[in-house]
């Protein structure tokens, strides 16, 4: 039976914030050609919950990830002991990804 694997979509979100980062340099360049503080106020307030958002997100795929290393670590010591034990929990784990 194949592992379950995350797909990447769920994982990987750093094209996500990539393309939120390169829009707020977009944004913090057309804001230098207006003189109103106002705008440049709310550029810098945008970017600041960008940060923010960016650095939560980081920190909880990094517990997600640390979560599924010992995850992977637990069904490989099953898998090793106890194959028939193993495949029946792998199949569970990949009927419950696919019963959406």
């Known amino acids: 039976m194949a ?5 990447p979509t769920v994982w990987d979100v750093r094209k ?3 393309e939120s980062f390169a829009g707020l340099v977009e944004l913090s360049q ?3 050609v207006v003189s109103d503080p106002k705008v440049s106020l709310a550029v810098r307030a945008e970017m600041r919950q960008h940060f923010s958002l960016a ?3 980081v920190r909880s795929l990094s517990r997600a ?3 599924k290393a010992f ?3 637990v069904m490989e010591a099953m898998r090793q002991e106890t194959p028939g034990a193993y495949e029946r929990l792998a199949q569970k784990i990949h ?5 959406k």
């Open 71 to 73: 995850q992977d670590m």
């Open 3 to 7: 592992d379950c694997v995350a797909s």
């Open 30 to 32: 057309d804001a230098e």
């Open 55 to 57: 650095e939560r997100s």
């Open 16 to 18: 996500g914030l990539d």
């Open 95 to 99: 009927e419950m990804g696919t019963d």
């Open 65 to 67: 990830d640390s979560i």
